[in-house]
Every structure is written in C-alpha cells, then in structure tokens.
C-alpha cells in the first residue's frame, strides 16, 4: 500500500512542482510591451487613434489637474475601471505612460489601487518593493508598489512605479474636502534614454 501511494503522489508532486516552474519562467523575462495596448514608440497620431478606437474619452489634463497635460490625456474602461490615461512622448515617441484616478473616497482609491496591483503581478509577476507610508496615528496612509523588468534578448530596462496616497497639502479643494489618488507610472527606461541620446 505504502509504494502503492508513492507512486500515485510522486508523479503528481512532479506535475505540480513543474507547473510552478512554467508559470515562474512565464514572468521571467516578461516585460511590459507599452500601455493599454498602446506600443512604445508610438506617434501622438496613432495613440489617440488606438485609444478613441478602444472607446476613451481625450481630455485636457488630468483629473483634478488645472494645468493642461504636455501629453496626451484619455478618460474611459480600463480592465473594468474607470481611470485615467496618460501618455508622454519624448519627439513624438511614446516612452512614458500613467494610469490614474482621484477620488473623495480613500476605499475605493484604495479598491482600485489594489485590484490594479493584483493584476500587474498576476500578468509581471511579484514586485521587487512594497512599502506603506504610517501617519502619525501608526495607520498606513499610502502605499507604494514598483516593478523593475529586464530584457533577456535586448537587456533593455523597464519599470512600473505604482502608490496609493492619503491627501497631501496640494490635494484639497478651497472647500478644504481632502482628495485622494492612485496611480501606475509605466515606463521604458533605456527606450526614452536612448531617444534622449539622440536628441529626440
């Protein structure tokens, strides 16, 4: 009975340990290809294109923003969310991009923040820091995520810097009601220097 059981449990240890391995090696190398199905180097001309295809909304700044963007601003669904989307360009390539939303409620920024989280780590796996910021009455007021990714074929580096964050001096309105925010900065870190280095 006993080497019955081993043989039966032993196959499928294996089968187990070698599916985790699969999905470990799915995330190494991984890194992120662009934003919302937006690709890196992408013209102003076609971001607003595959954004105004994908049912978003452009907009002058971002939420809460008074100053216009330098880039290009998007409002609509993103993976079930409503947010914000913001896409900078060093030229008129596509190297840096954010996704963001502000509210007057600090659950459901941090709802969003969190379900946001769950998703890059599911798609880029488990990130490299994970921090929160205590207030002075020991509770966390803002949290902090990032990702950094290496290519394997190219070496070329990435980063995702995300946080959620209890109002500051500058986040509230004249009324004095407190505003908070969440946000995921996308960028591709060697890609922008080197059109920096070409004086792009």
Known sequence: MHRLMSTLIYPSVLTVCFLFVLQAASHA??????????????????????MIEK??????AMPFSNLPSPGLVFY?????????LEFMFKGNAFDYGSIAGKSYNYETVLETYNYFVKLVTAKYGIPQEQKCIR???????????????????????YAIDSGAAAPVADMYES??????????????????????????
């Open 29 to 50: 190398g991984q890194v992120p290809d662009g934003l919302a199905g937006v690709p890196w180097g992408a013209t102003r001309d076609q971001v607003k294109k595959i």
């Open 76 to 84: 609509g669904p993103l993976a079930n969310r409503m947010c914000y």
């Open 135 to 157: 207030t002075t009455t020991g509770a966390c007021g803002s949290y902090f995520t990032k990702w950094k990714f290496v290519d394997n074929a190219s070496s070329d580096v």
């Open 175 to 200: 009324s004095g009601k407190p505003i908070y925010d969440f946000f995921f900065n996308f960028s591709a870190v060697s890609f922008g220097n080197r059109l920096k280095e070409d004086g792009i």
């Open 55 to 60: 049912g978003f909304k452009q907009e002058e």
